[in-house]
T-cell receptor, first 114, second 110 residues
C-alpha cells in the first residue's frame, strides 16, 4: 500500500505562470488536506476536500488558488499567475475517516517562483 | 486565527534527558490530538495521538498528556536520543477539521 504520493517534488515557475500540484492519497482514503509551509514557518491549513467536494477552504487565499478532488484521479492544487510569495513547500495529507484518526502526509512539493 | 499554538519555537536537551514539548489550543470542539515529527525535506510523519476521552497515551519512549480543562497537551520523550532531533508539530482535530501548530524544533545533543 503506497503512501501519499505528491508530484512533482520540485517545481519552478516564472512569475505569472500556473502551478499544478498533484496529490494521490493512500488507497482507501477519501479525505485530503492541503497545507502550506512558508520558510521558517509552521504548517498552515489551506483546504480540506472529500471526493468531489470541498468541505473547508477557509485557509485558501481568495484569488488565484483553487483545489479539486475528482471522483477519479489525484487531488489538484492549482495556483494561477504565481508570485514570489507563493514560493513554499506544499504538503497534502489523507485520512480514511473524518476526525478521530491520523492523517498521513506526502513528501511535499517545493514550489519556487523565479 | 491560530487555534493551535506551540509557543516554544525551539528546545535543546541533552541526550538521555527528558524532552517536553507543549501545545495549547483554543477550540473546545477539538476532540482528537496528534503529534507529528518532521525532518528537513520530508513530509511530517505521525508519531502519537490521544482522544479527548483520555488524559494520557504512551508508546515506548513517547507519552502524550492531555489537560482538557486547560486546553493543553504535551509530548514527553524519555530518554531523548540524537535521532529525535526534528521539528515536532502538534495537531488538533474536530469532525471536519485538522489544525497544526507552528512547530517546535527539538535538538538533542550527544
Amino acid at each position: 500500500n503506497a503512501g501519499v504520493m505528491q508530484n512533482p517534488r520540485h517545481l519552478v515557475r516564472r512569475r505569472g505562470q500556473e502551478a499544478r500540484l498533484r496529490c494521490s492519497p493512500m488507497k482507501g482514503h477519501s479525505h485530503v488536506y492541503w497545507y502550506r509551509q512558508l520558510p521558517e514557518e509552521g504548517l498552515k491549513f489551506m483546504v480540506y476536500l472529500q471526493k468531489e467536494n470541498i468541505i473547508d477552504e477557509s485557509g485558501m487565499p481568495k484569488e488565484r488558488f483553487s483545489a479539486e478532488f475528482p471522483k477519479e484521479g489525484p487531488s489538484i492544487l492549482r495556483i494561477q499567475q504565481v508570485v514570489r510569495g507563493d514560493s513554499a513547500a506544499y504538503f497534502c495529507a489523507s485520512s480514511v475517516l473524518r476526525g478521530q484518526t491520523e492523517a498521513f502526509f506526502g513528501q511535499g512539493t517545493r514550489l519556487t517562483v523565479v | 486565527d491560530q487555534q493551535v499554538k506551540q509557543n516554544s519555537p525551539s528546545l535543546s536537551v541533552q541526550e538521555g534527558r527528558i524532552s517536553i514539548l507543549n501545545c495549547d489550543y483554543t477550540n473546545s470542539m477539538f476532540d482528537y490530538f496528534l503529534w507529528y515529527k518532521k525532518y528537513p525535506a520530508e513530509g511530517p510523519t505521525f508519531l502519537i495521538s490521544i482522544s479527548s476521552i483520555k488524559d494520557k497515551n504512551e508508546d515506548g519512549r513517547f507519552t502524550v498528556f492531555l489537560n482538557k480543562s486547560a486546553k493543553h497537551l504535551s509530548l514527553h520523550i524519555v530518554p531523548s536520543q540524537p535521532g529525535d532531533s526534528a521539528v515536532y508539530f502538534c495537531a488538533a482535530s474536530a469532525y471536519n477539521d485538522m489544525r497544526f501548530g507552528a512547530g517546535t524544533r527539538l535538538t538533542v545533543k550527544p
